[in-house]
């Protein structure tokens, strides 16, 4: 069985997130697809909402899509969010199945800057989805060879390995940038980019003011 974790700060989950994977899911043939969110994100600014209410609005935004669902592993640790750890503790979790982190080209760009970054094909496949404004464009060096190593170019191809694959995704290019995602809360807006039912919880919580 495969089992596909997207990782992220989800603040807040939102329609591109939303949307990308959705479509993920009937590329790569799947069923199942896990957000989950991370708690002390090592490589960039803290969230805004709390690891609780981040959470709670994945499991909001799950709802409306079958298949989608939430995992509070990360959550539950008390160390930073390390992909390279927490793909180590799923594949314990795990023994029979095949792991796939799912990330974002913005990601896979700076994968190089991640702590113990080459460890994470040891226990999962990476799957990566474009983001628009965002060039597969590795200038050089490790990253690039890294992803030369271990890339293919068909998601058949994950599944004849358990874990050590590098796949770019096809799925489509959608424009919503969180930092001006949360921006746009402030205002209150009539219909952000978001499940209403996430909005709801926003605007009950007083968050993103």
């Known amino acids: ?31 199942r697809l896990a957000f989950m969110p991370s708690a002390i994100p090592p490589h960039r600014t803290q969230p805004e909402a ?9 499991k ?3 709802k409306d899509y079958p298949g989608f669902e939430a995992e509070d592993w990360e959550l539950q640790q008390s160390r930073p969010s390390y992909t390279a750890a927490t793909l180590a503790e799923l594949s314990e979790r ?13 990601s896979l760009m700076s994968l190089n800057r991640w702590h113990k970054w080459r460890e994470i094909v ?5 799957v990566v989805m474009p983001r628009s404004g965002v060039p597969f464009a ?3 060096g490790e990253l690039e060879t890294f992803i030369a190593q271990h890339r293919v170019n068909q998601p058949s191809d994950l599944e004849s390995a358990k874990n050590g694959k590098l796949y770019i995704a096809q799925t489509p290019l959608i424009d919503i940038s969180a930092t001006e995602l949360r921006e746009q809360l402030h205002k209150r807006p009539a219909s ?5 039912s996430v909005y709801k919880y926003i ?6 003011l």
Not at 4 to 21: E, R
Not at 94 to 106: A, E, I, W, Y
Not at 122 to 126: E, G, L, N, S, V
Not at 203 to 208: A, F, M, V, W
Request: proline share 8%; charged share 20%.
């Open 60 to 62: 909001l935004a799950c």
């Open 138 to 140: 590795p200038q050089g």
């Open 122 to 126: 040891q226990y999962a496949h990476i």
């Open 1 to 31: 069985m495969i089992r596909a974790f997207f990782g992220g700060t989800f603040d807040p989950i939102h329609n591109g997130h939303l949307k990308t994977s959705s479509a993920l899911m009937k590329e790569l043939g799947i069923d």
């Open 94 to 106: 795990f023994p029979n199945d095949t792991l796939v982190f799912v990330m974002g080209m913005d």
């Open 192 to 196: 952000p980019p978001i499940p209403e």
């Open 50 to 58: 709390s690891a609780e209410q981040r959470l709670d609005m994945v």
């Open 203 to 208: 605007k009950e919580n007083k968050l993103y």
